[in-house]
């Protein structure tokens, strides 16, 4: 049995014992004392957080909702004021990734401003709660503010002003992000470099990219750097540049360390079945590999309520892309978008789509919130499994 899985059956059957009634104690050799602590072994796994149910080599995570997500509603991030939802995300998760508070238009929102107040919240929070973070991110064609995006820079004061952001944003966190989102959403479904619309890769060249590595590793040399996009879960033109660009900034010794699949998925497609075999190909370059913002959408019926079909097939969604990362050895990461239809930014997005998440508006749990319980716990005691450590 793996030492987690000891750990986590060592606290299950103490609490078992410290909740049995007395009498169930005492009628120890009865045959029925077996199947109530069963019962009772099964009453407490169920009542598991996922991050405690999840083997010790998987950070189990969730975006740290960033507020805006009703579009007539101009609240504050719910991080600041919803105690519950707070509570719920230091209990269920062991990975905290800032949905919006460390893209550029919020953290550097003018040119000599930055505005760290909400990030260090987040990180603040997630030492106290014994949590890591997963930095989101550094150089993306969108969410930049409208200094830079309608300034009119040359390439090169373009190429000093992202060096500055990365030292400035890695080097504040330095030591406390796990993982960074360095590129995000760099190459078009058809998998060619976004060119058009990334400013970076417009305005400075490709070359940027190892650039904002490399930079990012001198800032934090401990942090892992990822490359990290929607639409590359199975294997197709995109995830294959990505493919063939982890090959050659490898070969120029460029520090990347990890490939993730965002995992905005839709009932209306089929699961991307081949995600471990994609993921797999990475993990053989040596890259770790995550999932970094899995929610599963679908449309909703007219009176607003998910059918108990659509809840079963998103339960299945969710299952199957644990199942995927829990495959694969390097993927250490699995990060859902938010756990709480209360504050996904899909409904936004996507017209008389929601539903996305594992927990209803008021925090009760979906199936898939059950079910990936149940498969965590499972790996868990199914293990031996490595660790990229
Ligand atoms: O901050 C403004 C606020 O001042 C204004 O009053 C309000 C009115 O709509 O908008 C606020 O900004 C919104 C921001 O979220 C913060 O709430 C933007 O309009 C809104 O577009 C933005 O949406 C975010 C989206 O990225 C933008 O691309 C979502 O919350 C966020 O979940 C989403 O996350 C992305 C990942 O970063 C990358 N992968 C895809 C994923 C989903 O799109």
Not at 29 to 41: I, N, W
Not at 257 to 278: C, E, I, K, T, V
Request: glycine content about 8%.
């Amino acid at each position: 049995m793996n030492p987690r899985a000891a750990t986590l059956l060592g606290a299950t059957a103490l609490l078992v014992v410290s909740a049995a009634p007395a009498n169930a104690l005492s009628a120890s050799t009865d045959d029925r004392s077996g199947s109530t602590a069963a019962r009772s072994l099964q009453g407490i796994s169920q009542s598991l957080p996922l991050r405690r149910a999840a083997p010790s080599r998987l950070n189990i995570g969730s975006a740290v909702a960033g507020g805006g997500h009703h579009l007539e509603q101009d609240y504050p991030d719910p991080f600041t004021y919803d105690t519950r939802y707070r509570s719920i995300l230091g209990k269920e998760f062991s990975s905290l990734s800032p949905e919006n508070q460390m893209k550029w238009e919020f953290i550097h929102p003018e040119q000599d401003t930055y505005n760290f107040g909400p990030a260090d919240a987040i990180v603040r929070f997630a030492k106290t709660q014994g949590q890591v973070v997963r930095g989101h991110t550094l150089l993306w064609h969108s969410q930049n503010p409208t200094w830079l995006e309608e300034g009119d820079f040359t390439p090169s004061e373009l190429r000093k002003i992202l060096k500055d952001h990365i030292f400035t944003v890695v080097g504040r966190y330095r030591g406390s992000i796990q993982q960074w989102d360095v590129a995000n959403e760099i190459f078009t479904d058809s998998g060619e470099l976004r060119t058009q619309d990334n400013i970076w890769l417009r305005e400075v060249g490709p070359g940027i990219v190892a650039d904002a590595f490399r930079w990012a590793h001198q800032a934090d040399p401990r942090a892992q750097l990822f490359l990290n996009d929607y639409g590359v879960e199975s294997i197709n033109a995109k995830s294959d540049a990505y493919l063939a660009l982890v090959k050659k900034l490898r070969a120029e010794k460029i520090p990347v360390h990890g490939f993730s699949a965002q995992a905005h998925l839709s009932l209306r497609y089929g699961f991307p079945a081949d995600l471990a075999q994609n993921l797999a190909r990475f993990d053989a370059l040596g890259l770790r590999t995550a999932i970094t913002e899995l929610d599963v959408r679908m449309d909703l019926p007219a009176d607003g309520k998910p059918t108990a079909e659509q809840l079963t097939k998103q339960a299945e969604y969710y299952d199957q892309a644990l199942r995927g990362c829990l495959a694969v050895k390097g993927c250490t990461s699995f990060t859902l978008w938010g756990f709480t239809d209360k504050y996904s930014w899909v409904p936004v997005f996507f017209d008389g789509q929601g539903a996305a998440t594992v927990m209803w508006e008021d925090f009760g749990h979906k199936p898939a919130y059950d079910t990936l319980r149940s498969t965590l716990l499972k790996a868990t005691f199914s293990g031996p499994r490595g660790s990229r450590g």
